[in-house]
Antibody
Framework: QIQLMQSGPEMRKPGASVKVSCQASGYTITTDGISWLRQAPGQGLEWMGWISTFNGGTNYALKFRDRLTVTTDTSTNTAYMELRGLTSDDTAVYYC?????????????WGQGTLVTVSS | QSVLTQPPSASGAPGQRVTISCSGSSSNIGIKFVYWYRQLPGAAPEVLIYRDDQRPSGVPDRVSGSKSGASASLAISGVRPEDEATYYCAAWDDTLSGPVFGGGTKLTV
């Protein structure tokens, strides 16, 4: 069955960067897009961006456009999310999610989430 | 401040029918499909409804979605204790050129 396995929790200081991985199994990531979302403690879901694993095209939410990079490594069937210039407001659980048929916002499979804590 | 507006909480006794609303605008729900997600405590969200009113396989038919104009609703009939979760609506927004979510509705049974 389809699974998305994310990397473990991370702690960073303000100003640092973090890179979270999302390894897919049960399907090839080139067939559908991958999106990244986050959820701050006690808050709702926030879409960050996505990558078309078909052609590598990306689209980022305006608020993340200057510090977010989403990439894929097709040789390992893995997607990556790198967020730079971290502040305490970036403390959140970060999720990767498969986009069904590249139709946003239809996320049919999700990773388990990665907690990123930003603190001095 | 979420782009889509949901009530923060909803409740119902076991067996009752509960409805959760989601209000948007002409740049999102009014012209695009609505999706509903359920998130159990400590877990990742899962899709309950896609394209306004379609259920993925495995979602029981006591769960239904509907839309009228720029508003959508999720209804759960015969609610059970295991339905206790937070429910989110989502839609594409043409103005923002990306998906937007409601703030979530915590259902208590």
């Amino acid at each position: 069955q389809i699974q998305l396995m994310q990397s473990g929790p991370e702690m960073r200081k303000p100003g640092a960067s973090v890179k979270v991985s999302c390894q897919a199994s049960g399907y090839t990531i080139t067939t559908d897009g991958i999106s990244w979302l986050r959820q701050a403690p006690g808050q709702g879901l926030e879409w960050m961006g996505w990558i078309s694993t078909f052609n590598g095209g990306t689209n980022y939410a305006l608020k993340f456009r200057d510090r977010l990079t989403v990439t894929t490594d097709t040789s390992t069937n893995t997607a990556y999310m790198e967020l730079r210039g971290l502040t305490s407001d970036d403390t959140a659980v970060y999720y990767c999610a498969r986009i069904y048929g590249s139709e946003l916002p239809w996320f049919d499979h999700w990773g388990q989430g990665t907690l990123v804590t930003v603190s001095s | 401040q979420s782009v889509l507006t949901q009530p923060p909480s909803a409740s119902g006794a076991p067996g009752q029918r509960v409805t959760i609303s989601c209000s948007g605008s002409s740049s999102n729900i009014g012209i695009k499909f609505v999706y509903w997600y359920r998130q159990l405590p400590g877990a990742a969200p899962e899709v309950l409804i896609y394209r306004d009113d379609q259920r993925p396989s495995g979602v029981p038919d006591r769960v239904s979605g509907s839309k009228s104009g720029a508003s959508a609703s999720l209804a759960i009939s015969g609610v059970r204790p295991e339905d206790e979760a937070t429910y989110y609506c989502a839609a594409w927004d043409d103005t923002l050129s990306g998906p937007v979510f409601g703030g979530g509705t915590k259902l208590t049974v």
